[in-house]
T-cell receptor, first 115, second 111 residues
């Protein structure tokens, strides 16, 4: 069964450093998403991406965040200058058809720890 | 987006049937009801989706009354591995471009 993969599984970084979280969505999917979940809290939407551009972003997704699909398979989330409050699980998701109430397939997540 | 209300937590025992009810009084005509499951330290996973009456798949059943103001996720004969958070979502297929997760229902299965 096809699945979304994410690397690394755990990333530790110093405050102020740049991090890039990587995702490989399911190969024929067209819509891509990043979510995050701070420990013990809700899963929060960050950004959606389609046709090589951002479709929608949340208030969390400020200028420190960017997304890119550098090739036909990878989808990346970059945080330019990490803050302590960026520590969270980051989940990538993809879907074949537009609309999140179509089934979204989530990756296993990257745990980001900012020291 | 229709607001949903579901219990914060539930306990049950292995082998029991578990029913988790979600209220969505303001559901709109074009809204579907979707449930996701999240195991600890994993991403959410789609379980089931429905519009009205009853939907069943290999994992669960979803019961939706005629007024659609609530829905019940039914998990037959749960095991310890069903311990997870279950999220009820309501929204229009092919329109909204993000999932808004609530706090979900934390289901704890006891031996």
């Amino acid at each position: 069964e096809p699945e979304v993969t994410q690397t690394p599984s755990h990333q530790v970084t110093q405050m102020g450093q740049e991090v890039i979280l990587r995702c490989v969505p399911i190969s024929n999917h067209l819509y891509f998403y990043w979510y995050r979940q701070i420990l013990g809290q809700k899963v929060e939407f960050l950004v959606s991406f389609y046709n090589n551009e951002i479709s929608e972003k949340s208030e969390i997704f400020d200028d420190q965040f960017s997304v890119e699909r550098p090739d036909g398979s990878n989808f990346t989330l970059k945080i330019r200058s990490t803050k302590l409050e960026d520590s969270a699980m980051y989940f990538c998701a993809s879907t074949l058809e537009r609309g999140t109430y179509n089934e979204q397939f989530f990756g296993p997540g990257t745990r980001l720890t900012v020291l | 987006l229709a607001k949903t209300t579901q219990p914060i937590s539930m306990d049950s025992y292995e082998g029991q049937e578990v029913n988790i009810t979600c209220s969505h009084n303001n559901i709109a005509t074009n809204d579907y009801i979707t449930w996701y499951q999240q195991f600890p330290s994993q991403g959410p996973r789609f379980i089931i989706q429905g519009y009205k009456t009853k939907v069943t798949n290999e994992v669960a059943s979803l019961f939706i009354p005629a007024d659609r103001k609530s829905s019940t996720l039914s998990l037959p004969r749960v095991s310890l591995s069903d311990t997870a958070v279950y999220y009820c979502l309501v929204g229009e297929v092919n329109r909204d471009d993000k999932i808004i997760f609530g706090k979900g229902t934390r289901l704890h299965i006891l031996p």
